[in-house]
């Protein structure tokens, strides 16, 4: 079965993280998970359950070591299950670069960069765009990277608005 928002069935919400492991490693990411969650809350429902997908033994060994290490940092008992990763699903069209189709002038943008949905739903540029129009990255980092996102004048101003004013109200950055 695909799994749809309203049809999960035994699947659970998350997400895959595509990364280079010469610039960051697995074993670099699981503190970015421990911290965006709480690890020590059962989930309500298996949908939003708190787990940590591994694709070899050695990230199931880091993934061991980290929650070891949580718990200890916590002192009780972390719920995060720790599974071996199956058949990942990308989310219906319309969670795609959930943020980014909310902004329409810089949808219209990246739509006329990408000809095709899956070139959209693949792209690090549009990726990093809604990622920062979510509140995710500092002013700084937007700065750094803004001239590699290949928007124009405009919607790059427009871009440093947005994240200027998500930095004033403390969001995420």
Known sequence: MNPTYHNLGDHTETLQIDYDPVKITYEELLPVFWENHD??????????????????????????????????????????EIIRAGQFYLAEDYHQKYRLRHDRDLLKEFN???????????????ARANGFLDGYGSLEDLKSELDSLGLSPSANKKLLEIAKKREKMGARC
């Not at 359950?49 to 980290?66: D, G, K, N, W």
């Not at 006329?112 to 739903?121: E, L, P, R, T």
């Open 39 to 80: 690890p020590t809350y059962p989930a309500w429902s298996r949908q939003y359950r708190p787990v940590i997908f591994y694709h070899t033994e050695e990230q199931r060994r880091l993934a061991i070591v980290s929650k070891e290490r949580e718990a200890a940092r916590r002192n009780g008992k972390i719920v995060t």
């Open 112 to 126: 006329a960069m990408y000809s095709s949905h899956v070139d959209f739903v693949n792209s690090t540029s549009a």
